[in-house]
C-alpha cells in the first residue's frame, strides 16, 4: 500500500468508552470507567446499553462524512477484550470487521490502537481503569497483549485498507506519572486493587516495544506500519529501531495544548501559537529524521476557550464546571482558526495526524458547565468553520 500524507481523524469511545465523551452512557451508576460499568449494572442491562451504542454510535454513514471532510484515514481505539474473552465485557470484533468494509467503500485507511490492556498501561480513565496502572508488572498480561497484536495482526494483515497496528495508547512514563499526579487525578475505585501502581520504565517499553515488533511482523507485511507511542517522551527515541532490520516504523506522539498549559503554556491564543511554533515544531523537525511521525492524536480544546484553567483539561465529569461563556461568536471562531491553522502547519512536518475525536455526545448548549468542550467534536468544528477541511479528493 502507498503511504500517503496521513488526515484522519479518531473513532474514539466507540469501542472503548469515555465518560467525559458520553456520560450518559454511565447514567445510573458511579462508574468513572469501562472497567466498572459492566459491575453496576445488571447483565441484560449492560449488553443492551453496549449493543445499542454500539450499533449507533458510529455508522457507515459516518465513514461517508470523513471521507467528505478530505480525510483519508481514522484510527480506531481497540480494547483488550475485543476477541470476546475476558467476560463479563463484551467483544466487539464484528464491529471492527464492519469499520474496514465501510473504510474500503469510503477509501479510508485504518489504523488499529490497542487502547487498553489488563491492568492498565497508564491509570487514564482512557485505560479502561482509572487510578491503576499494573499492566507492565504482569508478565501474563503482557503476554496476554502480545498474544492479541498477533491475532488482530493475522486477522486484517491482508486487508487493504489496513494502513497499520498500534502496540499499545500512551503507556505513562515516570516524568508524566509525576506531573499528573495519576492516582489523585483518576482516584482508583478500588485502592486495594491499584495498591502498587507505577509508572513503566523506558527499559521495559523498548523491550516490549520489540517483541511487539517481531511477533506482529510474523503477520503484517512490510508495508503496512508499525506504530509505537513515545510515552510521552517525543526526543527520548533517537536510538531506538535504527537498524535497517526493522521496517515501516511509525512514531506516534499525543500533543494537546492543555497538556501544554500543564508544562508553563500561557493560556492565551499568542501562548499557543508561541508554543506550537517555538518548541513543539522544533522537536517535530528533529524527531523526523529517526522516524516517519504522526500525531496520533491532538484537538482544538485548550482552556482559555472554557473561561477556566481545566489543569489538563479536567471536567464536569471531574467536577470542574465552565458556566461563564467569555469569548462571542467571532472570539471563538479566531481562537479555534488559529490554534487550527499553526498546529495543521506543525503538523504538516510530520508524517500525518489524527483528530481527537470525531465526535462527543455533549450538549454543550443545554448542560451546564461544558463550555468550549465542543471543540474535541470535529463534526462541530468543522461545522463551526473552527476546523478547515479540503474538499473531497
Not at 447483565?43 to 467528505?68: C, G, K, M, N, Q
Not at 469510503?106 to 481503569?129: E, K
Not at 513543539?280 to 472554557?306: A, H
Not at 504538516?348 to 465526535?359: A, L, T
Request: hydrophobic share 35%; charged share 25%.
Amino acid at each position: 500500500m502507498e503511504t500517503n500524507y496521513i488526515n484522519g481523524v479518531n473513532l474514539g469511545n466507540w469501542l472503548v468508552l469515555e465518560k467525559w465523551m458520553n456520560p450518559g452512557m454511565f447514567e445510573g451508576t458511579t462508574a468513572d470507567d469501562e472497567y466498572y460499568l459492566p459491575t453496576q449494572l445488571s447483565p441484560e442491562v449492560y449488553e443492551a446499553r453496549i449493543r445499542l451504542h454500539r450499533h449507533e454510535y458510529i455508522t457507515e454513514r459516518d465513514f461517508a462524512t470523513i471521507r467528505s471532510y478530505g480525510m483519508n484515514a481514522v484510527r480506531i481505539p481497540v480494547p483488550y477484550f475485543i476477541m470476546g474473552d475476558c467476560p463479563p465485557y463484551i467483544g466487539c470484533i464484528e464491529e471492527l470487521d464492519k469499520a474496514f468494509a465501510w473504510a474500503k467503500k469510503y477509501d479510508l485507511q485504518v489504523l488499529i490502537d490497542l487502547h487498553t490492556v489488563p491492568g492498565g498501561q497508564n491509570g487514564f480513565d482512557n485505560g479502561g481503569i482509572s487510578g491503576v496502572c499494573k499492566w507492565a508488572q504482569q508478565p501474563e498480561s503482557v503476554e496476554f497483549a502480545l498474544q492479541l497484536l498477533e491475532k488482530l495482526s493475522n486477522r486484517y494483515a491482508a486487508h487493504p485498507n489496513l494502513w497499520g497496528i498500534g502496540v499499545l495508547n500512551e503507556p505513562i512514563t515516570e516524568r508524566t506519572w509525576k506531573s499528573m499526579d495519576v492516582q489523585n487525578r483518576y482516584k482508583p475505585a478500588d485502592p486495594e486493587l491499584a495498591a502498587g501502581s507505577a509508572p513503566i520504565s523506558m527499559e521495559f517499553l523498548r523491550t516490549f516495544y520489540v517483541d511487539a515488533y517481531h511477533r506482529i511482523r510474523r503477520y503484517l507485511p512490510e508495508d503496512k506500519v508499525i506504530v509505537i507511542h513515545d510515552g510521552f517522551e517525543l526526543t527520548a527515541w533517537k536510538d531506538f529501531m535504527q537498524e535497517e532490520q526493522y521496517k515501516n516504523v511509525v512514531l506516534d506522539t499525543h500533543q494537546y495544548l492543555m497538556s501544554a498549559e500543564m508544562y508553563g503554556c500561557e493560556q492565551t491564543v499568542e501562548g499557543y501559537v508561541k508554543f506550537v511554533e517555538e518548541y513543539l515544531t522544533k522537536e517535530i523537525v528533529e524527531m523526523q529524521k529517526y522516524f516517519p511521525l504522526i500525531c496520533g492524536e491532538w484537538s482544538l480544546f485548550n482552556s482559555y476557550g472554557t473561561g477556566i484553567d481545566t489543569s489538563g483539561g479536567l471536567s464536569p465529569v471531574n467536577g470542574v464546571e465552565a458556566h461563564e461563556d467569555k469569548l462571542d461568536v467571532e472570539g471563538r471562531k479566531q481562537l479555534y482558526s488559529t490554534v487550527a491553522n499553526a498546529q495543521l502547519e506543525a503538523w504538516s512536518k510530520m508524517s500525518g495526524h489524527f483528530y481527537w475525536n470525531y465526535k462527543l455526545l455533549l450538549d454543550t448548549v443545554n448542560d451546564a458547565g461544558w463550555i468550549g468542550w465542543d471543540s474535541w467534536d470535529l463534526g462541530k468544528s468543522v461545522s463551526l468553520r473552527w476546523y478547515p477541511v479540503t474538499t473531497q479528493n
